[in-house]
């Protein structure tokens, strides 16, 4: 069964920083592209950022582009989102999931992890 936990939210004032974490189980994430969405309460989920399987390509969101900056470590399976100069605008719940393009590929979400950005 897959299964992907998002790890590393929480609550930070503007300006900080969080690093965000995505492990998987059941499936190994060097065989896919991987991006992070979000969704606030009320809107819609959004494309944050995508990379590569091998980390050479990434592609951003205008809205974090400079801020935010995705990672992967393929032998720990994990894909990661450094989070710098927070904006209250980033408050969101965070999910990873593979993706082509900006797309998400797969149905499965996780319970994702809870960012909020206060002013």
């Known amino acids: 069964q897959e299964q992907l936990v998002e790890s590393g939210g929480g609550l930070v004032q503007a300006g900080g920083s969080l690093k965000l974490s995505c492990v998987a189980f059941?499936?190994?994430?060097?065989?896919?592209?991987m991006g992070w969405f979000r969704q606030a309460p009320g809107k819609e989920r959004e494309f944050v950022a995508a990379i590569g399987w091998s980390g050479s390509s990434t592609y951003y969101a205008e809205s974090v582009k400079g801020r935010l900056t995705i990672s992967r470590d393929n032998a720990k399976n994990t894909v990661y989102l450094q989070m710098n100069n927070l904006k209250p605008e980033d408050t969101a719940v965070y999910y990873c999931?593979?993706?082509?393009?900006?797309?998400?590929?797969?149905?499965?979400w996780g319970q994702g992890t809870q960012v909020t950005v206060s002013s």
């Open positions: 999931n593979s993706v082509k393009g900006v797309v998400p590929t797969s149905g499965y």
């Open positions: 059941g499936r190994t994430l060097s065989s896919y592209t």
